[in-house]
């Protein structure tokens, strides 16, 4: 059980943790993130690997609460850039991790938001990531302009056969 900071390395890296895992409320995760890759550990991202349970809780910090930063993200609503940033072979209790000092966001399309998730493995096990995700409103008003522009050509193509 932790109740201090994990920082998985002293510049990216993986921490392995052989068993479980329990975070709690006032644990404080500094992790080490590329903007523009989202490959998991092998010295370009931090990433915690946990053979066994994880017990998810505390604040995320990406990068460290010293620098703060600003990225350009490319996502889309269906692709969203997502790093990871733990994985499990157990079971996972999800007491929600809070966002705590990340880079502010900009991309194509804006405003775009952080959200965590886990993700679960059909035969057990999963991982945890951060998402980079187009604020949804934003992604409707876009399919919203894109369909009314084919119903709008589909109606003229209409007119001129008639």
């Given at each position: 059980t932790m109740n201090g900071s994990i920082v998985p390395g002293s510049g990216p890296g993986t921490l392995s943790i052989t068993g479980d895992l329990g975070l709690s409320a006032g644990s404080v995760l500094n992790f080490d993130l590329q903007e523009g890759n989202q490959t998991a550990g092998g010295g370009i991202n931090?990433?915690?690997?946990?053979?066994?349970?994880?017990?998810l809780d505390g604040t995320l910090n990406v990068?460290?609460?010293t620098t703060?930063?600003?990225?350009?993200?490319?996502?889309?609503?269906t692709s969203p850039l997502a790093?990871?940033?733990f994985t499990f072979t157990g079971s996972v209790i999800d007491n929600g991790l809070a966002l705590g000092n990340l880079p502010s966001l900009s991309g194509n399309?804006?405003?775009q938001y952080w959200q965590i998730g886990?993700?679960?493995?059909?035969?057990?096990?999963?991982?945890v990531k951060l998402?980079?995700?187009?604020?949804?409103s934003t992604a409707l008003m876009a399919t919203g302009a894109?369909?009314?522009?084919?119903?709008m050509v589909r109606r003229r193509r209409r007119g001129v056969r008639a």
């Amino acid at each position: 059980t932790m109740n201090g900071s994990i920082v998985p390395g002293s510049g990216p890296g993986t921490l392995s943790i052989t068993g479980d895992l329990g975070l709690s409320a006032g644990s404080v995760l500094n992790f080490d993130l590329q903007e523009g890759n989202q490959t998991a550990g092998g010295g370009i991202n931090d990433l915690v690997a946990v053979t066994g349970n994880l017990i998810l809780d505390g604040t995320l910090n990406v990068p460290d609460a010293t620098t703060v930063s600003n990225w350009t993200t490319n996502g889309t609503p269906t692709s969203p850039l997502a790093w990871t940033l733990f994985t499990f072979t157990g079971s996972v209790i999800d007491n929600g991790l809070a966002l705590g000092n990340l880079p502010s966001l900009s991309g194509n399309p804006a405003p775009q938001y952080w959200q965590i998730g886990v993700v679960l493995n059909e035969g057990g096990g999963g991982s945890v990531k951060l998402y980079a995700v187009p604020e949804p409103s934003t992604a409707l008003m876009a399919t919203g302009a894109i369909v009314a522009g084919a119903v709008m050509v589909r109606r003229r193509r209409r007119g001129v056969r008639a």
